[in-house]
């Protein structure tokens, strides 16, 4: 195994609630080397850094919201997978992102561990296939 392939997969976890970063760390530090970000602006930042396979974005956060960070993701990091977690889910936004491929998928809060783990997963192994098709370059 390459030395890449054995490293964690790593994850991008928006929310603007401490609590529910701090969840997700402690739940999924086996399985994922997770950064937290407190705002899409924390976010890009974050992404202008380093890599990520995933990014898990809150949609209801102060200041640019998870569809205009997705937007971002999408245009400048398109290997990128894209995981919306709203608590919102009668939002119609919510299904015009999921449709248009804004976000891959859409997560509704409180999640389940093993169903998140799945998308999760799921988006990893697609934006892997993603960056192999581009020749391994993300477009950062």
Same mark, same amino acid.
């Given at each position: 195994?390459?030395?890449?392939?054995? &490293?964690?997969?790593?994850?991008?976890?928006?929310?603007? *609630? $401490?609590? =529910?970063?701090?969840? /997700?760390?402690?739940? /999924?530090?086996?399985?994922?080397?997770?950064?937290?970000?407190? !705002?899409? *602006?924390?976010?890009?930042?974050?992404?202008?850094?380093?890599? /990520? *396979?995933? &990014?898990?974005? @809150?949609? #209801?956060?102060?200041?640019? =919201?998870?569809?205009?960070?997705? #937007? $971002?993701?999408?245009? @400048? $990091?398109?290997?990128?997978?894209?995981?919306?977690?709203?608590?919102?889910?009668?939002?119609? %936004?919510?299904?015009?992102?999921?449709? !248009?491929?804004?976000? !891959?998928?859409?997560?509704?809060?409180?999640? *389940?561990?093993?169903?998140?783990?799945?998308?999760? @997963?799921?988006?990893?192994? #697609?934006?892997?296939?993603?960056?192999? %098709?581009?020749?391994?370059?993300?477009? &950062?």
């Amino acid at each position: 195994m390459t030395p890449a392939a054995a &490293a964690k997969p790593r994850i991008l976890v928006v929310d603007d *609630d $401490h609590a =529910n970063l701090r969840t /997700f760390r402690i739940v /999924f530090r086996a399985e994922y080397d997770a950064e937290l970000a407190l !705002s899409g *602006d924390e976010a890009l930042a974050a992404l202008a850094a380093g890599p /990520f *396979d995933v &990014a898990l974005v @809150d949609y #209801a956060m102060p200041g640019m =919201n998870g569809l205009q960070l997705l #937007a $971002h993701l999408q245009r @400048d $990091h398109p290997t990128v997978g894209r995981i919306l977690v709203t608590g919102y889910p009668d939002l119609p %936004e919510l299904a015009a992102a999921a449709r !248009s491929g804004l976000a !891959s998928a859409v997560v509704m809060k409180p999640w *389940d561990r093993e169903a998140l783990e799945r998308i999760i @997963d799921e988006q990893i192994r #697609a934006a892997r296939d993603r960056r192999l %098709e581009r020749g391994g370059i993300d477009a &950062a």
